[in-house]
């Protein structure tokens, strides 16, 4: 039985995700023996695998699941709701079920944005809603909704009726439903135990390190998807979305630089992404969008960077890619 759904390569995210578990657990026992630079040492190290983890890791998962298996998938899930300090299924539902549908939408005639983690959703007007605010009180959000999940205890860390945001986001289907709701439950027991043993290991560990950490993790992650959609045109699906190309940035992270592409595919396999450039190129060249010349945490270094968001949506002719193959076909649109 072929064990790898679409590439043996997604090994090496599955070998991150093992070391960065262990990473915490190390950093935890020994936290009380380090010096003050050993402190720091662990504080940086938990943030950039934590961000690393939810920016590329959890976040290929969640589009493309590694394995044929279920229940291969069902551990995963469990594992990295642990290393991203939330449950990856329910950030599955948010995030490819509510962010790829909507993409960054501006505010609709209701003055509100479909996509929840738009970065419309507090601006003014119809214009993009400060870094600062954006990164820093999503992050409060974020850690709130997690706290709350972590203590529902009496509930089961099961789905509650209240939580009015997630509900819409699972399948109509009865037993997938069944299956989504469950998998939100196990990765929220199982994300209660690793907390449980993190504290018991090293209270002081959890307090002065880990948890700062994550809290400054969700801020640079925020900052991450605000860059990758800053200044792009949420009207047109060939410009919604910012690219980086660096080749090294690239390579470390699985093609996370090949955003727009991403957006027009996110169901393929991030392997596919240099071909999804190729595919698009005919419809991606005759449009005006942003390629950014940094990678999108640096994004605030793109000082010149165009806001085409602010300009009116033009006509935009059609493009369709058979799944299969790189074949591409212009229509008007």
């Not at 992050?139 to 509650?160: F, H, K, M, N, Y």
């Not at 419809?283 to 968001?309: C, N, W």
């Amino acid at each position: 039985m072929k064990i790898w759904k679409y590439s043996r390569l997604d090994a090496a995210m599955l070998a991150l995700s093992v070391v960065q578990f262990v990473v915490m657990l190390l950093t935890a026992v020994i936290w009380e023996r380090l010096s003050l630079l050993g402190w720091a040492a662990a504080f940086m190290l938990l943030v950039v695998v934590t961000v690393y983890n939810i920016v590329v890791v959890s976040h290929l998962f969640t589009h493309t699941p590694w394995f044929n298996s279920p229940l291969l998938n069902r551990l995963v899930s469990m594992l990295n709701s642990v290393n991203m300090g939330q449950s990856v299924q329910a950030y599955q539902l948010s995030h490819v079920r509510n962010h790829h549908r909507y993409n960054n939408d501006q505010k609709g005639p209701d003055g509100k944005t479909r996509d929840s983690s738009s970065t419309f959703r507090d601006g003014v007007g119809s214009d993009h809603d400060g870094l600062l605010h954006y990164a820093v009180f999503g992050a409060v959000e974020t850690l709130t909704s997690i706290g709350r999940a972590l203590l529902s205890v009496t509930r089961l860390w099961r789905v509650s009726p209240h939580e009015q945001n997630l509900l819409p986001l699972f399948t109509k289907s009865a037993a997938t439903r069944a299956w989504e709701l469950r998998q939100v439950q196990l990765d929220r027991m199982v994300h209660f135990a690793a907390i449980s043993l993190f504290l018991a290991i090293s209270w002081k560990w959890f307090l002065l390190c880990y948890l700062p950490a994550f809290v400054l993790s969700l801020m640079l992650v925020n900052m991450q998807n605000y860059y990758e959609h800053y200044g792009a045109a949420p009207q047109n699906k060939y410009a919604n979305s910012v690219s980086y190309y660096g080749r090294l940035y690239n390579l470390l992270t699985f093609n996370d630089g090949f955003h727009q592409e991403h957006h027009l595919r996110p169901r393929a396999h991030w392997t596919e992404m240099p071909r999804m450039r190729r595919a698009f190129a005919p419809r991606l060249d005759q449009v005006e969008r942003i390629i950014s010349p940094v990678p999108a945490m640096l994004g605030a270094f793109h000082r010149q960077r165009k806001q085409l968001h602010k300009r009116l949506p033009a006509a935009i002719p059609a493009i369709s890619l058979d799944s299969n193959t790189s074949s591409t076909t212009v229509t008007a649109g």
